[in-house]
Structures are given as C-alpha cells and as structure tokens.
C-alpha cells in the first residue's frame, strides 16, 4: 500500500495536499508524481485540479421514485403470481396497460426482500423437462383433462352458472413443448372413447398442417386415456404408428412430467374460467368465447417460458422457418359429443373403407386438398 492510501485512510484532503506537494516538487510532472507515489494520473490530476475532499457518490440521476399505491400494487402481484420481474413487467402490461421497466420491478422486489421461489433438484441444478433448444415443433406434445368444476380456484358464482346452464364440465387439451400452441376441446362426460378420438384428431390436424416429424405425446394415467394398461397403449400406438405418432404416459406421481399443460390450466382459472362461462347461457356461446381464448393464448398472448423470450406462440413458430402451415393455430374448439354425432368413434373411423384405403395410400401424411389451396 502507497503511502498516499495510508494517509487517506486517515484524512482524504491531506493525502491530497501531499500529492500536491510532491508534483510541485516534480515541476508537475503528473506522469512522473504518480510513478512515484504508486497512484494512477488520474488521482494526481483529481488532486491537482479538483476539490481535496471525496465527491459525493449519490446518482446523479437518482431513481424515479414511485407512490406507495404504484408500489403496494407491484408488491401485491408479486406475492400472488410469484413470477419474476420479467414476467411481472408483461403482466402489469396485459392486466393493467401499466408499462413499467424490467429493473425498476427488480428494484421494488430486491429492495422489499421479495424473491421468487425457486425449485431446485437434488444436486442444486434446474431439470427442465425438454431440451427445448433441439426440440423440434409438434415434435413433443403434452396432453391431459382439466375437470373445471373439480377446483377450489374459481368464484361459487361460476361453478353455480355452469351447473345450471349445463356447460361442458371437461376441458381435453394438449399443448406443444417447443412452440407452446395449444389444441382444445369440451366434453360432458369423462372417459376413454372420447380421449382417444382427441388424441387421433390432433395428429390428423398436425398432419393436415404439414407437420412432418415423428409426434411424441405424452399423457398421464387416467382413466380417460389407458388407465394405467400397457395391453390399450400397445393397442392404440400401433393404429397411430400408421401416421407416424405415439403415445406414452409418465410414471405414477410424476405429475411435474406434465408441467406445460398444468401451468396452462392456472392460467386458463385466473384468464377464462373465473368469469367469462358467466354470460354463457349454453354451450354453443361457451364453445365461441373458449375460441375466443385460445385464439388469444395462441396468437396475441407472450410467453416466458424456457426458449419462448417473450414471443406468442405464433411468432415462435413462424420465427422457426419451417413448412408447417402457420393456420395450425385455427383449431376448431368443439364439443366431443357433436364430432361423434358427425363422424362415429375411433373404432367407427377406424373401419370406415374409405378411411382404411387413404391410411394406406398416404401413410403418416394426409392428402387433402386444403393442402394444395394454400
């Protein structure tokens, strides 16, 4: 340590009028005088020309400081959607139309010691669920049920309307691991026959939209898809291997396997279902605002997720440059028990002598003329 850090420790104005005096003794030479007291040029010029006491070292341009109300409301959502700030500064924006920096929200949550919790595994590190940067579109699908009155999270007023109106009590969905476009239909009834069609008419759909890469979907173990029974899964995987897809269902209570599509189920509680089935009087008026909905998550609403970077599930897609056509997102929102009335079962299509010659004409792809008109 110099000797003029010695002194300045003891007093900072003199240890600068001791620079001063030794420049004076160097004919200012500033080169030489900080050579000599171990010090940059830079503090032999501060001492030469500035004040000999320390500058202030408060902002010059202090942060803007917000009411108490801004601030409680910040604070509130924080603690209620436990999301960082970055997911914090796009809610504020579509719940609030408050546009309010990234830092600044880091600040407010770093200054009131509120922090995110975070969920680590056994060896300290996060486990994602994919690898989503390899992770090719439609590739890796998630699909599950949501029973909509089978929730603490929603107003009583809403579970009263629905049961009164008779509106569809199950949700089918299935959402894509890489892009995060999501697939729906309803169901008054929970059960086998009507999973399986879902599921068949999802990979029609990403057939018909040009989706070309082996389809892995994964489920868990309800009674509405396999129940659990290796002998069903066989089954049905080997009537999907015709368009190259299959199913697999994750291991008994590992429920995290299915994180995409039950993080979508909150957000359908606090978005949709807290209030919009309330000025539905029927089914057909609810089918139109679910549509609504999904339109939205699938075309308007930005995303945080892992690879996402704020993008709408359409954006992500189109950003990926490649031959699916980007009208996959117009997937119709239907009710399971009209698509039966029009179409029959899975075992129906399956036997239908028009259906089997164009599984084997056109394999894992399927030949229509929308294809061709777009």
Known sequence: MSIYHEKRKINPSEAREFIKNILKQNNYNVSLTAKI????????RRARDGDLNDYSRAPKKPKTKYNNKFRDLILDE????KFGARRLRSFLREKYSIFVPESTIRYILEKNKIQRKKIRTYNKNRRHLYNYDALLPFTELQIDT????????LPKDVYKHISEKNLPLYAYNAIDAKTRIRFRMYSHNLNSTYGHLFIFLIVLWLRLHNVRDKIRIRVDNGMEFFSGSSKKLSEFNKFLSKFEAEVYTIPPGAKYLQGLIENAHKLDDEFFYS??????????????KSQQWLNVWNIAKKHHGIGMNGCTPLEKLQSLKTVINPKIVNFPVLRLEDVMLTIGTLFDIVNNQYVKSIMNKS?????DKYLINV
Do not use: E
């Not at 007291?37 to 503090?43: K, N, Q």
């Not at 209030?275 to 139109?288: D, E, G, I, R, T």
């Open 37 to 44: 007291l171990g010090i940059s040029r830079h503090t032999v």
């Open 363 to 367: 394999g894992k792809y399927v030949i």
């Open 78 to 81: 924080a603690k209620n959607t």
């Open 146 to 153: 949501k029973h909509i009155l089978d929730q603490t999270s």
């Open 275 to 288: 209030s919009h089935p309330l000025s539905c009087n029927n089914y057909k008026q609810f089918l139109h």
